[in-house]
C-alpha cells in the first residue's frame, strides 16, 4: 500500500526532512549540549571555542544562551504545537464539513457563510485580531490557528462529502437504515483520506509558518520559551553584526515547511496517478 | 443583462460578509466594556475613572445599540481616535494605505509578469529539464516562510554584495532601491503558487485538439503558443492573480515590519503591540474591504474573459 510512495524522490526528501525534525524533536534532550534557556556566554560566534573550551556550533545570543540547544528545543516546540493547532483545526473542520456536506439546505447555506466570513479576513490580520482579545499564550495560539485553518477545511470536507453522499452505496447504507452518525464517520469519512492526507501535510507547514510568523512579530508564545521565529524577532537588532543570531533559524524553519511541502507535493502525485490507473 | 443581475448578487453577498465581519470584529474587541477602559485609558487608571469614561462614552448602553451607532459612524468616516498616536484613525490609516498599495502594486507586477511567465514556459513542454526546474522553483519559494526569505535575501544583498539597501524606511522621499527588497520578497513568495496554476492551465490547454490540430498544420511553437493557447490557457490564472490579494496583504504585514516600511502593515502591527482598540478595528475593517472587493473584481474578470460560462450558473 504504501510501496508506490516510497518510491517517489519528493516524498523521500520531503518525508525525511519532516522525519528528522519530529527525531530530533522527540530526541532534544539528548541532542541539545546543553539548556536552551541557561546563560552561558553572550554573543559567542559559531565554530568558536569558549572561554572554558566549550563549543557553541551555532554561537550563542545576546543573553549568552547557546543557539544550537535553542534551535533542537525550538523543534520541539514547533512539532508540538503545529501538530496540536493543525489536529484541533481538523476535528472542528471535519467534524462541521461532514454535517453540512451530508445535511444540505440551511444547515450548508448558515455553515458555509459563516466559513467564508472568517476566510475574508487575511489570515495574519484574524490572528493580530484574535490575540489581541485572548493575549499571546501557548493555549491561545493554538486556538487562533485553529479558528482561522478550520473554514478552509471544513470546505475541502464539505465538497467531498457533497460528492461521496451522491454515490450509491451511501444510498445503500441510509436504505438499510443505517444511523446518520455511522453513516457519516464510517461510510463517508474513510473516503476523503486522500486529498486530506495531501492538505494536511500542507497545512501542518503553513501553522509551522504561522506560529514561526507570530514568534517573528513578537506575537508568538511568550519568552523564554525556544521558539524559531522568537529567536529570528530578538535577533534582529544586532543581525548586522551578528548574522548567526537570525540565520540558523530561518534555515531551520525553511527546512521544515519544505520538508512538508514536498511531501504534499509527492503523495498529490502518487494519489493522481492512482485515480488515473482506478 | 446578465452581468447586472450578477453583480447585484455579489454586491448583496459581499455586503451580507462585511456585516457579519463588522459584527465579529466589535464582538470580539469591544463586548467587555472594562477592557475597552483599560485599553483607552491605560492600566493606571482608577476604577472611578473608567466608570466615569464608559459613562461618559455611552459604553453602559446595550450591546446592540453600541454595535449599530458604531457601524453607523464608521460607515460616516468617524473611526474613532487612535488611543496611542493621539490621532483620529481615518487621518492615519488613509495614507498608509497608500504607501502600501505600492508596495503591493510592485508585488503584483513581479508576481503577474514571473509568475505567468514561468508557469506558461513550464507548461509548453510538461516533463522537461525547463518543467522540473520551475516546479521546484516554485515549491521552494512559496514554503519558505516570507520572514525567513527577507533574511535570506537580505543576507545576500545587504550584508554580503553590499547592493542594496537593509531597511525601507523611505525618509528622505520614495526611494527605489529601497523597494526592491520588499517587493522582491513578497513577490517571489506568491509567484509561485500563480506559477504552478498557470503551469495546469497551460498544460491542460496543450492538450486539446485544436492545439494538435495547428500544431499538424505546421504551426511554429512560438506561434501555437502565443496565437492559440495562452488565450485559454490564461483565464483561470489571471483569475487566481485577484484571489491572491489576502495572501499578499498578510506579507505586506510582515515584510514592512521586517523592512521599517511605513504602511499599512506596521500601522496594525503597531496597533496591536499597543493594544491600539479603534486602531486595530479600522485596520480589519480596511483588510477585510479589500479582500472582498477583489473578489468581486476577481468574479467580474472571469466572466468577462471567458465569454462560454454564464455568470450566473457559477455564482
Known sequence: MFVPYLKKPLVLIGGGLALGWLLVAIFAPLIAPYDPLQTLQPLAKPMVAGAKGELFLFGTDMLGRDIFSRLVWGARTVVIYSTLATLTAYAFGLLFGLIAGYAGGRTDAVLSFLANVVLSFPVLVLYIVIIVVIGASPVNIVIAVTFSSAPAIYRIVRGITIDVASRDFVKAAVTQGESTLRILFVDILPNTTGPLAVDFCLRLGYTAITIGTLGFLGLGLPPPTPDWGGMVNEGRAMAIAFPHLVIFPCIAISSLTLGLSLLADGLREVNDAKERHA | ?315
Not at chain 2, 454595535?67 to 459612524?73: A, D, E, K, P, S
Not at chain 2, 496565437?227 to 499578499?248: D, E
Not at chain 2, 479603534?278 to 477583489?294: D, K, R, T
Request: aromatic share 10%; hydrophobic share 55%.
Open chain 2, 1 to 315: 443583462m446578465f452581468l447586472g443581475m450578477f453583480l447585484l448578487r455579489k454586491v448583496a453577498i459581499a455586503l451580507a460578509t462585511m456585516l457579519a465581519v463588522s459584527f465579529l470584529i466589535f464582538l470580539a474587541l469591544e463586548v467587555n466594556v472594562e477592557d475597552v477602559a483599560v485599553k483607552v485609558l491605560g492600566q493606571y487608571s482608577t476604577v472611578e475613572q473608567r466608570a466615569a469614561w464608559l459613562a461618559q462614552n455611552g459604553y453602559n448602553d446595550p450591546f446592540l445599540l453600541r454595535y449599530v451607532r458604531w457601524l453607523g459612524q464608521f460607515v460616516a468616516g468617524d473611526w474613532g481616535m487612535s488611543t496611542f498616536f493621539r490621532a483620529p484613525v481615518v487621518d492615519m490609516v488613509l495614507p498608509r494605505l497608500a504607501a502600501s498599495a505600492i508596495l503591493a502594486g510592485g508585488a503584483l507586477l513581479v508576481i503577474v509578469i514571473f509568475g505567468l511567465g514561468l508557469g506558461v514556459l513550464a507548461g509548453m513542454r510538461p516533463g522537461s529539464l525547463l518543467d522540473r526546474m520551475i516546479s521546484v522553483f516554485s515549491v521552494v519559494t512559496t514554503s519558505i516562510p516570507d520572514f525567513a526569505s527577507a533574511v535570506f535575501l537580505s543576507g545576500i544583498f545587504v550584508f554580503w554584495l553590499g547592493l542594496l539597501p537593509g531597511a525601507s524606511t523611505m525618509i528622505s522621499g520614495l526611494s527605489l532601491a529601497e523597494l526592491v527588497l520588499p517587493v522582491s520578497v513578497l513577490g517571489l513568495y506568491s509567484m509561485g503558487y500563480l506559477a504552478r496554476v498557470t503551469r495546469a492551465s497551460m498544460v491542460d490547454v496543450m492538450g486539446t485538439h485544436y492545439i494538435r490540430t495547428a500544431r499538424l498544420k505546421g504551426a511554429s511553437m512560438g506561434r501555437i503558443v502565443l496565437r492559440h493557447a495562452l488565450r485559454n490557457a490564461l483565464i483561470t490564472p489571471v483569475t487566481v492573480i485577484m484571489l491572491q490579494l489576502p495572501w499578499l496583504l498578510s506579507g505586506v504585514i510582515v515584510i514592512e515590519v521586517f523592512y521599517a516600511y511605513k504602511g499599512f502593515g506596521t500601522l496594525l502591527y503597531d496597533a496591536a503591540l499597543n493594544q491600539d482598540i479603534y486602531l486595530i478595528e479600522a485596520c480589519a475593517m480596511i483588510s477585510v474591504l479589500v479582500v472582498v472587493l477583489s473578489q468581486i473584481l476577481s468574479d467580474l474578470l472571469y466572466g468577462w474573459l471567458n465569454p462560454r460560462i454564464t455568470l450566473g450558473a457559477r455564482a
